[in-house]
């Protein structure tokens, strides 16, 4: 089985920088990509960024500010978030939607989620 466990988070001046951790734990052969999403108070959970090997996505809001990182030695991603804005404020959540273990693939899995607020 697969956990994903996040660090980081917290609370920010507009303008700052935070970084977003999520480390993969358990028994599994591969994960293709991993990605995150935010929820911000009464929103729709939204993608963020997604990464698989060689290759990633940043959503348009994010985009030039944020940057999805992979440390497959580590079995680690990252969401490094510079240039921060109150409307970041959320809280986020690595996913990887397909692990391959020795028990089939297992699908949707999410981390626990960490907050992150951005104050003006």
Do not use: H
Request: hydrophobic share 35%; with cysteine.
């Amino acid at each position: 089985q697969v956990q994903l466990v996040q660090s980081g988070g917290g609370l920010v001046q507009a303008g700052g920088s935070l970084r977003l951790s999520c480390v993969a734990t358990g028994s599994f052969f591969s994960i293709n990509e991993m990605s995150w999403y935010r929820q911000a108070p009464g929103k729709q959970r939204e993608l963020v960024a997604q990464s698989t090997i060689g290759d990633s996505n940043v959503a348009a809001s994010v985009k030039g500010r944020f940057a999805i990182i992979r440390d497959d030695a580590k079995n680690t991603v990252f969401l490094q978030m510079n240039s921060l804005k109150p409307e970041d404020t959320a809280v986020y959540y690595c996913n990887a939607p397909r692990v391959g273990t020795n028990r089939g693939v297992k699908f949707d899995n999410w981390g626990q989620g960490t907050q992150v607020t951005v104050s003006s």
